[in-house]
């Protein structure tokens, strides 16, 4: 047994269920209309009913190809945005509590979260973490990364080497097979990036969307080859890669995990079995297209090592 | 540097495998740690009847190090576990 001893700890956040506010009052009143779309995730929908024309615009626009033309599968519950003295107010399960916005874009933002936990509740046999994921030659990279940290400029990036786009923000793996289901909402990049930013200054910056065409975004659930866990340091003169222990991955992913915490033992051992298949990695950069070029060099270098050994095998 | 008189685990705790690590679930504060091959060693140690001698001990059996070397790493890895609230305070 090699000797070196040391834990590596987080503190996980409660999350309880939301109850209103953002708002202030006083904006322009919105013309009211009824109508439903569905947000289909494998054999599930959850049906959004939107009385706002606005919001369903905003909507629609983030929801990407995730938006299914009528209603197929399980229903996962549904969602209802109405317009109430001047608020766009959004009502779901019990559980989900009541929120409240004045900006349609945060509104659609809320929708999509609210979405996202009615299909968690749904599908609780999978992991639910925030990151971006994208695919090459049938196998999958994850980034998890906290807001600023880069996923979805590496993400774009990655794109250009001709990687497929399978998430912005939120995978949901089974831990059992290893395998990371498509998840494309609409991806979005920050822009005005210069070097030498800080990660506070880099959340500031404004997000435009990136319209990809169908042929490039996922349709099927993809292994996962390698789990990269980012970290932007404006100061990193090159691209740095820690290969992280899996009991440290475990912990990492928690991070990330966008489960409720009563269900956490569950989510921890499918964690573990997770980590038991699949690498983790820290990556530590300054700039996206040298990340990206890195996580495609290391991609290419396990294929050939993969190829050699099934040629022996 | 003194140690704490026979460290124990406290009670609550989830303990996970992860390949030769391992990591534990503490529901209470909402607080996961992972620890390495060693830190498991010594945490499987911390069961209130071991001094610190007798974990050095123990572990110089499976590392071959001797205990003068391994003591600092056990009394370091025991004030981790005390600062993550991991062992009973009345091993403190």
């Known amino acids: 047994m090699r000797w070196s001893s040391c834990a590596h700890s987080i503190s ?27 947000v289909r995730f494998e ?9 706002i024309p606005q919001l369903a615009a905003s909507f629609r626009a983030s929801i990407g190809q995730l938006l299914a033309a009528t209603p197929h599968g399980i229903s996962a519950g ?68 906290t807001s600023g940290n880069g996923k979805s400029t590496l993400i774009a990036e990655l794109l250009k080497y001709g990687w497929i786009y ?78 992280s222990s899996p009991g440290q991955s475990v912990v990492e992913m928690l991070r990330h995990s966008l489960s409720a915490w009563e269900s956490r033992d569950a989510e921890i051992c499918g964690l573990c079995e997770l980590m038991r298949q699949v690498p983790g990695v820290h990556l530590r950069y300054a700039n996206a297209h040298d990340a990206a070029a890195e996580l495609a060099h290391a991609h290419q270098r396990v294929k050939r090592q993969s190829g050699a050994t099934a040629e022996f095998s | 540097m003194t140690g704490p008189d026979k460290p124990c685990q406290r009670t609550g705790l989830i303990h996970y495998d992860v390949l030769n690590e391992m990591v534990l679930y503490y529901p209470g504060a909402a607080q996961a740690a992972a620890f390495n091959e060693s830190a498991t060693a010594i945490w499987a140690l911390c069961d209130g009847t071991h001094t610190v001698d007798d974990i050095c001990a123990e572990l110089a059996q499976l590392t071959s190090l001797p205990t ?25």
Not at chain 1, 21 to 38: I, L, M, N
Not at chain 1, 171 to 186: G, H, M, Q, W
């Open chain 1, 12 to 38: 996980l956040p409660v999350i309880q269920p939301k109850t209103a506010p953002v708002s202030e009052p006083g904006r322009d009143a919105f013309a009211p209309s009824a109508e439903t779309v569905y």
């Open chain 1, 166 to 243: 399978l998430s912005d923000e939120v995978a949901p793996i089974d831990p059992v097979t290893c395998r990371v289901f498509p998840f494309p909402v609409t991806p979005h990049m920050r822009i005005g990036h210069q070097p030498n930013l800080s990660p506070a200054e880099v959340r500031k910056l404004a997000k435009i969307r990136i319209d990809i065409g169908k042929e490039m975004v996922g349709a099927v659930a993809v292994p996962l080859e390698r789990i990269y866990f980012l970290s932007y340091q404006q100061l990193a003169v090159s691209v740095q890669t820690v290969v």
């Open chain 1, 43 to 51: 054999s599930h929908y959850v049906a959004v009913e939107l009385g």
């Open chain 2, 68 to 92: 003068t070397q391994l003591r600092s790493d056990v009394l370091n890895a025991l004030e981790q576990l005390r600062a993550l609230d991991l062992l009973a305070s009345d091993s403190a």
């Open chain 1, 78 to 145: 549904s969602l209802k945005a109405s317009l109430e003295n001047g608020r766009i107010r959004i009502v779901g399960p019990a559980a989900l509590g009541v929120e409240q916005f004045t900006d349609p874009t945060l509104a659609a933002r809320g929708l999509l979260h609210g979405v996202v936990k009615l299909l968690m509740t749904a599908r609780p046999d999978l992991l639910w973490i925030h990151g971006g994921v994208a695919a090459h030659d049938g196998r999958a990279l994850l980034l998890p990364a």
